[in-house]
């Protein structure tokens, strides 16, 4: 089984900064493919970013993509995003999901086995 655990959301105001992050443990997968999704009030969760597991592919939405980007470091299990130029519009509970043993990044939920519990970032105008 693998554990993934979100940090590092918060409130921030338009234009400003976050970072999260994205440990995972147990049975980790290190080598499998690592995407963030958000979830707003009363939308569906939505895709956001993914990595490969090798790291050299990546993959962004067009609501998000020159103001996010994702990282990785395997030799710790963790992915991290960081978050520019935020609009009150990222409003959302941020999830982690890893793929089992898939290096290829997929935009769609059900491609992902494990997740985590979600962290909120609220961005006001």
């Known amino acids: 089984q693998v554990q993934l655990v979100e940090s590092g959301g918060g409130l921030v105001q338009a234009g400003g900064s976050l970072r999260l992050s994205c440990a995972a443990s147990g049975r980790t997968t290190s080598r499998s493919a690592r995407a963030w999704f958000r979830q707003a009030p009363g939308k569906e969760r939505e895709f956001v970013v993914g990595i490969s597991g090798s790291g050299d592919s990546t993959s962004y939405a067009d609501s998000v993509k020159g103001r996010f980007t994702i990282s990785r470091d395997n030799a710790k299990n963790t992915v991290f995003l960081q978050m520019n130029s935020l609009k009150p519009e990222d409003t959302a509970v941020y999830y982690c999901?890893?793929?089992?043993?898939?290096?290829?990044?997929?935009?769609?939920?059900?491609?992902?086995?494990?997740w985590g519990q979600g962290t909120q970032v609220t961005v006001s105008a």
């Open positions: 999901a890893a793929r089992f043993n898939r290096d290829a990044v997929v935009r769609t939920s059900p491609g992902y086995v494990y």
